[in-house]
């Protein structure tokens, strides 16, 4: 009885770990746009099997003394961690990182599968 219950414990284990859980975002590369301290800050995000791949500033017009840091640094931080919870926050830069993340959550919500 013992083997039994064993063998049907290892079968569901099995089964569960074949388990595929549902795919949250399309591939691809989607666009989203947030409003820094000059003016609109665009993004593309890239996603590949459920993951963020790629994270890429394709417009803003900040001032490069202040928010190159954040425009250098952000997007790797934002691929490390797989979305824009836990980045860190940039001193005399908020408005850039806060354009940033509100661009790359728009992308997100562009690339979820609904």
């Known amino acids: 009885m013992k083997k039994i219950m064993s063998f049907m414990l290892l079968i569901v284990f099995a089964l569960s770990a074949c388990a595929k859980t549902p795919q949250i975002y399309h591939d691809g ?3 989203g746009v947030g409003e820094g301290k ?4 665009a993004v593309t ?3 590949m099997n459920d993951e963020i791949t790629k994270v890429e500033i394709t417009a803003q017009e900040e ?3 202040i928010a190159q840091v954040v425009l250098d640094a952000l997007p790797e931080q934002i691929i490390e961690h797989q979305g824009t919870a836990d980045v860190d926050v ?3 830069s908020s408005y850039t990182r ?3 993340i509100a661009a790359v959550e728009q992308a997100m919500e562009n690339a979820r599968i609904k």
């Open 29 to 31: 590369t989607f666009e």
């Open 38 to 41: 000059k003016g609109p800050i």
């Open 45 to 47: 995000v890239t996603f």
């Open 63 to 65: 001032t490069p003394d």
């Open 90 to 92: 940039f001193t005399g």
């Open 98 to 100: 806060d354009a940033i």
